[in-house]
């Protein structure tokens, strides 16, 4: 297949991290895959040489004059490969892209990122709703990560398929030596939505607040710590600090700040924690299985689970629970035997995301929207 995947950057999200994974998996299988991003920006995924990458912008100045080069660079490139199918990465190069498809009548595929529900303490804005529910109504083909995301859908969209994302990195052979860490990953500027202050109140919970009899000892005293990689702004760090002073485990609690080795912190952590109050699809959480960590993820309406299927590869509760969220951690930070077995399962359960797997999925779908 000749495939056009329109792509805003190569820096900086999960999407387009997928984005590329999934230019390079098609490329690897030898079919034609040109991709067009703004190379006029710090390039961080590395694209491989089989995959034709130009330039999707003339300018990076005036976004109007930057947005409007866009739909007449993709629309020359249309003219000259005449692709079989276009592949727009999220909602704005979608768009640019169904207006330069204009009169080709090429196959579109509009891929979401994003949960298409929220909950009622995070509640989805207006505009993406109208993004989501109503500027989705041009497209005939739209992908979306999870079977909950497709429920909540229903009939307002046509044209549903799910394709979930692919797992980066190899799944360890073996269960690496681990250190006494439960890691969290996520901006620290999107504390609300990633939870990072109900895992730090969960954590006060397991190490403050519990009563522990028969000189059982609370998980800090055992040795364990919690650490929190990505980065933020000095207000929303002082804020989670002020937080774990309040919750008293300011001594049990590292803030590593941004972190390139994610996949070593994986390695070293015996335990993987997901608190969001809401996510579309843990891609954090399938990486951080697959390097033996035993997870814990907050679920809302049922994404989390389509990944941990069963407590034998990790425990799921309902968001914004921190009794249920402390009890959860509790329960396989105290259990060596347990969570060893965890471990192990969450490392099969993750080969399900192989970039293999994921990329044959796209070829069936894409083999049959195209007539």
């Known amino acids: 297949m000749k495939i056009l995947i329109v792509c805003a950057k190569l820096n900086?999200?999960?999407?387009?991290?997928?984005?590329?994974?999934?230019?390079?998996g098609l490329a690897k299988r030898g079919h034609n895959v040109s991709m067009l991003s703004n190379l006029m920006v710090p390039v961080v995924y590395q694209v491989s040489e089989q995959v034709k990458l130009s330039n999707l912008v003339s300018t990076n100045n005036n976004k109007f004059t930057k947005w409007f080069s866009a739909i007449k660079n993709v629309r020359k490139t249309i003219q000259k490969e005449r692709p079989d199918v276009i592949i727009g990465i999220m909602g704005l190069c979608t768009l640019?892209?169904?207006?330069?498809?204009?009169g080709f009548k090429i196959p579109l595929v509009m891929t979401e990122h994003n949960s298409f529900e929220r909950p009622?303490?995070?509640?989805?804005?207006?505009?993406?709703?109208?993004?989501?529910?109503?500027?989705?109504?041009?497209?005939?083909?739209?992908?979306?990560?999870t079977e909950a995301d497709k429920k909540a859908i229903g009939n307002r969209l046509k044209g549903i398929t799910?394709?979930?994302?692919?797992?980066q990195l190899t799944p360890v052979s073996k269960i690496p030596v681990k250190e006494k860490i439960v890691l969290a990953a996520g901006r620290l500027d999107s504390w609300h939505y990633k939870g990072l202050d109900l895992l730090i109140k969960a954590w006060g919970k397991l190490n403050g607040e519990y009563t522990y009899e028969n000189g059982q000892r609370s998980p800090a005293d055992?040795?364990?710590r919690l650490q929190i990689a990505g980065t933020g702004n000095e207000k929303s760090l002082n804020y989670l600090r002020q937080l774990c002073v309040e919750k008293g485990v300011n001594n049990s609690i590292d803030f590593l700040g941004f972190r390139n080795d994610i996949e070593d912190l994986y390695k070293k952590?015996?335990?993987?924690v997901l608190s969001s109050r809401y996510e579309g699809f843990g891609l954090v959480l399938i990486e951080a299985m697959s390097q033996g960590c035993a997870c814990v993820a907050c679920d809302y309406k049922g994404r989390q689970s389509e990944i941990i299927t069963d407590d034998s590869m990790g425990l799921c509760c309902e968001p914004e629970n921190i009794e249920l969220l402390a009890n959860n951690i509790g329960?396989?930070?105290?259990?060596?035997?347990?969570?060893?077995?965890?471990?192990?399962n969450a490392v099969e359960r993750s080969k399900h995301y192989s970039l293999e797997i994921i990329t044959t999925k796209w070829e069936q779908y894409l083999t049959s929207i195209i007539k």
């Not at 900086?12 to 390079?24: D, F, K, S």
């Not at 640019?96 to 204009?102: E, F, G, L, Q, T």
């Not at 799910?162 to 797992?167: C, R, Y």
Request: one cysteine or more; a positive charge.
């Open 162 to 167: 799910v394709m979930p994302n692919p797992l």
């Open 331 to 344: 329960k396989i930070v105290s259990n060596d035997k347990y969570r060893k077995q965890v471990q192990c």
């Open 96 to 102: 640019i892209s169904y207006i330069a498809n204009i």
């Open 120 to 145: 009622a303490s995070a509640p989805m804005p207006l505009y993406l709703k109208v993004l989501k529910f109503y500027c989705n109504r041009l497209y005939k083909h739209i992908t979306v990560l």
């Open 12 to 24: 900086g999200g999960g999407a387009e991290r997928v984005g590329v994974m999934l230019a390079n």
């Open 222 to 224: 055992e040795g364990w």
């Open 269 to 272: 952590a015996e335990v993987f």
